[in-house]
């Protein structure tokens, strides 16, 4: 219950194509998910997060979109480029004092000039 | 720091011989966290720190790993008799109790060889 389940594994996309990534949760008192960009040799970097009570939220080309009754939510990146190749992970905790993150197992996109 | 500082960022060991790994929060930052990611894999909870509260070791995999925190600064991880399963990125995470976002460091990669 304590999973997340993320998929694809690896994605190749198109420059200027709209990569998407999704995420799956079992644990209803999960309330916060945020995403993280990974490139190789360096740690996770905070993308994007989003609560519980929208069902989308964009910044410049990143939008997470989220389904509660369906417990999924999705990274979209328009316009994707070659510089957004990288590792990305989706998570979630729950909002008790302790924010234990649960990672998804992390998906390859590979952004092709 | 501006950011969440370890080190040292690279560690080639011999199996059977303990290592220390140390990690730098940002300043201000009440929360701590340690994350193992094996090569190519996702992100495995190990142990989290939250101000003068007792710990939460629970995912620490075995009893030759070990965590210690002074106040709300510095950490160590500490691995003995080393294991060539325990290669890996060690990364430390923080945050602050109102902002939910944990900010990583770039990891310490441990080679036991």
């Known amino acids: 219950q304590q999973q997340v389940k993320q998929s694809p594994q690896s994605l190749i996309v198109q420059k200027g194509g709209i990569s998407i990534i999704n995420c799956a949760y079992e644990n209803t008192a999960f309330d916060y998910f945020p995403w993280y960009q990974q490139f190789p040799g360096k740690g996770p970097a905070l993308l994007i997060a989003?609560?519980?009570?929208?069902s989308e939220k964009k910044e410049g080309r990143f939008t997470i979109s989220f389904n509660k009754s369906a417990k999924q939510f999705s990274l979209h990146i328009m316009d994707s480029q070659p510089g957004d190749s990288a590792t990305y992970f989706c998570?979630?905790?729950?909002?008790?004092?302790?924010?234990?993150?649960?990672f998804g197992t992390g998906t390859r996109l590979l952004v092709s000039p | 720091g501006a950011g969440v500082s370890q080190s040292p960022s690279n560690k080639v060991t011999e199996k059977g011989k303990d290592v220390e790994l140390r990690c730098d929060p940002i300043s201000g930052h009440t929360a701590l966290y340690w994350y193992r990611q094996r090569l190519g894999q996702g992100l495995e909870f190990l142990i989290y720190?939250?101000?003068?509260?007792?710990?939460?070791k629970s995912g620490l995999p075995s009893d030759r790993f070990s965590a210690e925190r002074t106040g709300e600064s510095v950490s160590t991880l500490t691995i003995q008799r080393t294991q060539q399963e325990d290669s890996a990125v060690y990364l430390c995470a923080s945050n602050d109790r109102v902002v939910k976002a944990i900010y990583f460091g770039e990891g310490s990669w441990l080679t036991v060889v």
């Open positions: 998570a979630a905790s729950m909002n008790t004092g302790f924010q234990k993150l649960v």
């Open positions: 989003i609560r519980p009570d929208v």
């Open positions: 720190f939250q101000g003068n509260s007792a710990p939460d």
